[in-house]
């Protein structure tokens, strides 16, 4: 079974990382970080949830997302795979911030994570 907690510790990562990259559209008081523990996934380091338009219809309130670290995965990686699979996560929260997602293709993919990562390794020397 799996069980989640709450990663303020992720989420300030994140918030720091956001910053430097100038990804100003992430509300970072509508976006929760959770790990998770027990997931049987050998490949998926973190997940990006967003909260549906109907979701958010019915329950009368604004987009929502969620960031997942997939603990056992997360946790053997590097300081650099650990910052730029934050970065992937980021990037697929659509500048609407409307519950919906950026796929992989065009918008979130290597290229466009290690371009990030540059800039946020450039920006953090400044």
């Avoid at 050998?42 to 967003?50: E, I, N, Q, S």
């Avoid at 796929?103 to 920006?123: L, P």
Wanted: glycine share 8%; aromatic share 8%; charged share 30%.
């Amino acid at each position: 079974m799996i069980r989640y907690e709450r990663a303020p510790d992720i989420k300030r990562r994140m918030e720091e990382i956001a910053s430097v990259l100038g990804l100003s559209h992430i509300d970072f008081s509508r976006l929760g970080c959770v790990r998770s523990f027990g997931s049987r996934s050998r490949y998926v380091l973190a997940r990006c949830h967003g909260l549906s338009k109907v979701f958010q219809h019915a329950l009368g309130i604004d987009a929502r997302y969620v960031i997942e670290i997939v603990s056992e995965n997360f946790g053997k990686l590097s300081e650099e795979e650990k910052t730029k699979t934050l970065i992937h996560e980021l990037l697929h929260i659509p500048k609407s911030f409307g519950g919906g997602f950026r796929h992989h293709k065009n918008h979130v993919n290597r290229r466009t994570v290690e371009r990030a990562y540059r800039r946020y390794v450039e920006g953090k020397l400044l």
